[in-house]
């Protein structure tokens, strides 16, 4: 007998958790269905060598939203955050920069490289922080339409251009950052290279195809403005146990108001009779009906393999296709027997014992030739490098007296111009492992063993077209409105009765569960099956 669900998930990705929770909460008979043989999509923690919880795509909580934290009751379901010791950023010969918590000193550092730019970094802060209350109120909107001439679609517009009525000139600083690159924007504010690209470090290291030079990339500084870090639900920083904490945490939520999710269940097709989503049919050949379908996984994935095109007009498909994916961003994780020495770190003179958090970037210029190197289709040879060891203040991710490295960096093409990454793997791990060792000389004898992902990896592992972990780029093509692509940014698709809840979707990628939750509201709203 086939099993009928009020709503069936297509993907356990974190979104698509949050989405079937919220659901469920509202009395939803929901399923997930996840291919890979554990859930959480992107948010994971894996077992990639005995006695490892190796966060193998996304790898710090920095944006997942209080107010999801809360509704779904996640510290109750293990959910626990960790505050790491301060970020440090390398620039090389001796010289580099230790984000503080305390504004005073991290004015004084500042003021090493520029008295001006210490002087304006507080500026800075309350100008973003201010723009950011702006996005993040944004962030749970449901998208207008502006081409949609229904009546209903003009009343929903009309909504949002209310809602935000009192914008003033802040319309033009959003005009800004959606226009300026990461650089432009910064030159604005600071004087010294050194600050320029620390701040704008992230619009070239960040997931994106892009660079701090390029137009459009200024939008990335936003991202660190966008949550409330001082509420009940507490900071950003290293999850207990790694990323698929988060991802545990959310099932156990849902599953407590009756939420399924089942593993090593490929979805090999969306069921639809007359022209409306009815189910699904499993890879095994299994039929699971459902009133609702929702999709978790990337558009391309769900329109270019999930859904036959001849329920779709060629012109969706064609908008579908350009969605800009190519990412540049790879992984390396490094398995310790005991923890490189940063030559650049003084534990006494920073006040704390290990740099957990540490940056390799040096200048603009740096930033920018990496990204040179990937536009032609070559491996950068000084690529940005993101080092996390969150073992160092999280022993559960590493086996006693071990430790963990998680390497996230640019830029290294999706496609190379020769060969394949076949062969250029072991190629990018040489490289990384160069780049660290100028500043942590010994690391190469700390590694007891090494996981490369490029970004050919990530996309076979984690169904991310392109490799990019975003789904698509945040560009002001490809963001609110325009996200996933026209006519479908309000989570619904062309197919009645199917829906998108992931990183595709409006606000994007990023673990930080809006797709999921704005979503399960706009099924909540629709009829209910």
Same mark, same amino acid.
């Given at each position: 007998?086939?099993?009928?669900?009020?709503?069936?998930?297509?993907?356990?990705?974190?979104?698509?958790?949050?989405?079937?929770?919220?659901?469920?909460?509202?009395?939803? =008979?929901? #399923?997930?269905?996840? =291919?890979?043989?554990?859930?959480?999509?992107?948010?994971?923690?894996?077992?990639?060598?005995?006695?490892?919880?190796?966060?193998?795509? /996304?790898?710090?909580?920095?944006?997942? $939203?209080?107010?999801?934290?809360?509704?779904?009751?996640?510290?109750?379901?293990?959910?626990?955050? %960790?505050?790491?010791?301060?970020?440090?950023?390398?620039?090389? +010969?001796?010289? /580099?920069?230790?984000?503080?918590?305390?504004?005073?000193?991290?004015?004084?550092?500042?003021?090493?490289?520029? $008295? @001006?730019?210490?002087?304006?970094?507080?500026?800075?802060?309350?100008?973003?922080?201010?723009?950011?209350?702006?996005?993040?109120?944004?962030?749970? +909107?449901?998208?207008?339409?502006?081409?949609?001439?229904?009546?209903?679609?003009?009343?929903?517009?009309?909504?949002?251009?209310?809602?935000?009525?009192?914008?003033?000139?802040?319309?033009?600083?959003?005009?800004?950052?959606?226009?300026?690159?990461?650089?432009?924007?910064?030159?604005?504010?600071?004087?010294?290279?050194?600050?320029?690209?620390?701040?704008?470090?992230?619009?070239?290291?960040?997931?994106?195809?892009?660079?701090? #030079?390029?137009?459009?990339?200024?939008?990335?500084?936003?991202?660190?403005?966008? =949550?409330?870090?001082?509420?009940?639900?507490?900071?950003?920083?290293?999850?207990?146990?790694?990323?698929?904490?988060? /991802?545990?945490?959310?099932?156990?939520?849902?599953?407590?108001?009756?939420?399924?999710? =089942?593993?090593?269940?490929?979805?090999?097709?969306?069921?639809?009779?007359?022209?409306?989503?009815?189910?699904?049919?499993?890879?095994?050949?299994?039929?699971?009906?459902?009133?609702?379908?929702?999709?978790?996984?990337?558009?391309?994935?769900?329109?270019?393999?999930?859904?036959?095109?001849?329920?779709?007009?060629?012109?969706?498909?064609?908008?579908?296709?350009?969605?800009?994916?190519?990412?540049?961003?790879?992984?390396?994780?490094?398995?310790?027997?005991?923890?490189?020495?940063?030559?650049?770190?003084?534990?006494?003179?920073?006040?704390?014992?290990?740099?957990?958090?540490?940056?390799?970037?040096?200048?603009?210029?740096?930033? +920018?030739?990496?990204?040179? @190197?990937?536009?032609?289709? +070559?491996?950068?040879?000084?690529?940005?490098?993101?080092?996390?060891?969150?073992?160092?203040?999280?022993?559960?991710?590493?086996?006693?007296?071990?430790?963990?490295?998680?390497?996230?960096?640019?830029?290294?093409?999706?496609?190379?111009?020769?060969?394949?990454?076949?062969?250029?793997?072991?190629?990018?791990?040489? %490289?990384?492992?160069?780049?660290?060792?100028?500043?942590?000389?010994? %690391?190469?004898?700390?590694?007891?063993?090494?996981?490369?992902?490029?970004?050919?990896?990530?996309?076979?592992?984690?169904?991310?077209?392109?490799? *990019?972990? *975003?789904?698509?780029?945040?560009?002001?093509?490809?963001?609110?409105?325009?996200?996933?692509?026209?006519?479908?940014?309000?989570?619904?698709?062309?197919?009645?009765?199917?829906? $998108?809840?992931?990183?595709?979707? *409006?606000?994007?990628?990023?673990?930080?569960?809006?797709?999921?939750?704005?979503?399960? $509201?706009?099924?909540?709203?629709?009829?209910?099956?």
């Amino acid at each position: 007998m086939t099993k009928r669900y009020d709503a069936v998930i297509i993907g356990a990705g974190h979104n698509g958790l949050v989405c079937g929770a919220y659901l469920a909460r509202k009395g939803f =008979r929901v #399923c997930l269905l996840e =291919r890979r043989e554990l859930a959480g999509g992107a948010a994971v923690s894996e077992a990639v060598w005995p006695g490892y919880r190796v966060s193998t795509a /996304s790898y710090t909580m920095a944006l997942l $939203q209080p107010r999801i934290i809360e509704e779904l009751e996640l510290a109750k379901y293990g959910y626990e955050i %960790i505050v790491p010791p301060p970020m440090l950023h390398l620039y090389g +010969e001796g010289r /580099s920069l230790l984000f503080r918590a305390d504004g005073e000193r991290l004015r004084a550092d500042i003021a090493r490289f520029s $008295q @001006a730019d210490a002087d304006a970094y507080g500026k800075y802060r309350a100008h973003m922080t201010k723009l950011g209350k702006v996005v993040s109120e944004m962030l749970w +909107e449901t998208p207008p339409d502006p081409a949609d001439h229904a009546l209903a679609a003009r009343s929903k517009l009309l909504g949002f251009a209310w809602r935000f009525r009192d914008l003033g000139e802040q319309f033009y600083d959003l005009y800004d950052v959606l226009t300026l690159s990461a650089r432009d924007f910064l030159a604005r504010w600071f004087e010294s290279d050194e600050m320029i690209t620390a701040l704008g470090f992230y619009a070239s290291c960040g997931g994106a195809a892009t660079s701090i #030079c390029s137009p459009g990339s200024a939008y990335v500084l936003l991202r660190g403005f966008i =949550r409330d870090h001082a509420t009940s639900a507490g900071p950003a920083g290293f999850v207990r146990g790694g990323m698929g904490s988060i /991802s545990d945490a959310i099932a156990a939520s849902g599953r407590a108001h009756g939420m399924e999710v =089942r593993c090593d269940a490929p979805v090999a097709e969306v069921l639809i009779e007359g022209e409306r989503a009815t189910g699904v049919r499993l890879v095994s050949g299994e039929r699971i009906e459902a009133g609702c379908v929702i999709s978790n996984v990337a558009t391309k994935v769900l329109f270019q393999q999930l859904v036959k095109a001849e329920h779709v007009a060629p012109e969706f498909l064609s908008r579908v296709a350009h969605i800009r994916d190519r990412s540049t961003a790879f992984k390396v994780h490094l398995a310790l027997r005991r923890l490189p020495v940063f030559t650049d770190f003084d534990p006494d003179a920073a006040g704390f014992a290990y740099p957990a958090q540490v940056r390799i970037g040096p200048s603009v210029e740096y930033l +920018e030739r990496a990204w040179d @190197a990937a536009k032609y289709g +070559e491996i950068s040879p000084h690529p940005p490098l993101v080092v996390m060891t969150p073992s160092a203040v999280d022993p559960s991710v590493a086996p006693a007296g071990k430790h963990l490295i998680s390497i996230f960096g640019q830029h290294a093409p999706y496609a190379l111009r020769e060969g394949s990454w076949d062969t250029w793997r072991e190629r990018l791990y040489d %490289i990384v492992l160069d780049t660290l060792a100028a500043h942590a000389p010994d %690391i190469r004898d700390c590694i007891d063993d090494a996981q490369v992902l490029s970004p050919v990896d990530l996309e076979r592992i984690f169904a991310l077209p392109g490799g *990019h972990v *975003h789904h698509g780029e945040l560009s002001a093509d490809q963001i609110f409105f325009r996200r996933p692509v026209q006519g479908a940014a309000d989570y619904r698709t062309p197919v009645r009765g199917l829906y $998108q809840c992931g990183a595709s979707v *409006h606000p994007g990628g990023g673990v930080t569960g809006v797709p999921g939750h704005n979503a399960a $509201q706009v099924v909540m709203r629709g009829e209910r099956h």
